[in-house]
């Protein structure tokens, strides 16, 4: 497991979308702003930035056309959004963003929760908004939730998962990435989820998207590595969680998979000192102290040699 690891990996930041979309009081637009810069700052060249879905849905992100209006533009630095049907999709293309994000769930329940749509009606409506983002020169990527485990119905059958990855990449998304929705998922089964994966998908179209629950996000990002997945997503701090998804948790720290990367010898592009910082921002805006580990230790660290007589 120790002989084949990457050289680099790709850190594919979802805080701003995936960790503020759950919180209850708005956060204003420009705090919004000025962590999506502190996060290109540090080095991070793939971010997803907010989500055209309904407002109603997902009230504190009905910021999005001004979030996208003022995004610090680099020619290094790709900014993606969720689009979940015909108008976000327009929304997205309008505000001019040039890579998309759709998601589907490869169990009902969730589905019907998160997108009021059956998993089938989610596959043919993203059938017909792939060719219509392809045509309009976005990229486009995917989200299959649910793949480790629903909140409502427990065990998903693989198959499943694995025939709506290879689906959405049929459809011409560059990437689809899988997601742990509810952070249940375990080494042993990632190695099975991954290997039912690759027999129809080549690693380099995969993404692993970890929810942090249940504290495995780590463990099951190091299968993943062996097995040669190059994109992990994480969240800024651990910021997070899915507001159809009860009870889970934010993302894996970026910071926390930064170190480990790192620590390994595989480049990631991401200055870890500016990271805290923008994990600091991020703490700040949500008012409160993030789950992320390494955060907390560098925090922790910056505090006590700000404290005269401590080292
Ligand atoms: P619906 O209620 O069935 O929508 O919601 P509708 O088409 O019937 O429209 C109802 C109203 O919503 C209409 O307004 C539309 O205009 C408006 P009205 O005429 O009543 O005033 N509307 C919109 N407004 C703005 N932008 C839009 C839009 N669409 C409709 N795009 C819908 C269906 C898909 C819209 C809704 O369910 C929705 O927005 N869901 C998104 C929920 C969400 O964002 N969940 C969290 C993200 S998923 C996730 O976190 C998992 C992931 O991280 C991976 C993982 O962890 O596994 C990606
Ligand atoms: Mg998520």
Redesign the pocket.
């Given at each position: 497991m120790f002989e084949s690891f990457p050289e680099r990996a790709v850190v594919y930041e979802?805080g701003p979308r995936?960790g503020l979309q759950n919180e209850a009081a708005q956060i204003p637009t420009e705090r919004k702003l000025a962590l999506i810069a502190a996060l290109a700052k540090a080095g991070l060249q793939r971010i997803e930035v907010t989500s055209f879905v309904s407002p109603r849905w997902i009230p504190q992100l009905a910021d999005a056309e001004q979030v996208v209006a003022a995004l610090p533009r680099s020619p290094e630095v790709v900014y993606s959004a969720l689009v979940p049907n015909e108008q976000g999709l327009q929304r997205s293309i309008d505000a001019g963003l040039s890579e998309a994000a759709f998601f589907l769930s490869s169990s009902e329940s969730h589905s019907k929760k998160n997108i009021n749509k059956s998993v089938a009606e989610a596959v043919a409506l993203y059938t017909k908004l792939a060719k219509k983002a392809l045509a309009a020169g976005l990229k486009v990527r995917a989200?299959v939730?649910t793949v480790w485990g629903c909140p409502y119905e427990g065990e998903v059958p693989l198959e499943r998962s694995v025939e709506l990855a290879r689906r959405m990449v049929d459809l011409g998304c560059y990437q689809v990435s899988l997601?742990d929705?509810i952070g249940v998922g375990t080494p042993v089964q990632t190695r099975a989820v991954l290997e039912g994966m690759l027999a129809r998908l080549p690693a380099a179209q995969l993404a692993m998207?970890m929810?942090d629950t249940r504290g495995t996000a780590l463990a099951n990002v190091l299968v993943g590595l062996s097995m040669g997945i190059t994109t992990f997503?994480a969240s800024v701090g651990g910021l997070?969680g899915?507001p159809y998804a009860p009870g889970?948790a934010g993302?894996l720290a970026t910071e926390d998979l930064v170190y480990m990367l790192q620590g390994m010898g595989i480049e990631t592009g991401v200055d870890l000192e500016l990271l805290v910082e923008a994990g600091q921002l991020a703490q700040e805006a949500v008012g409160r102290e993030l789950p992320g580990k390494y955060l907390k230790a560098a925090s922790g660290a910056r505090q006590k040699k700000a404290v005269p007589g401590q080292t």
């Open positions: 979802v995936d989200y939730s997601g929705t998207h929810h997503d997070g899915c889970a993302n």
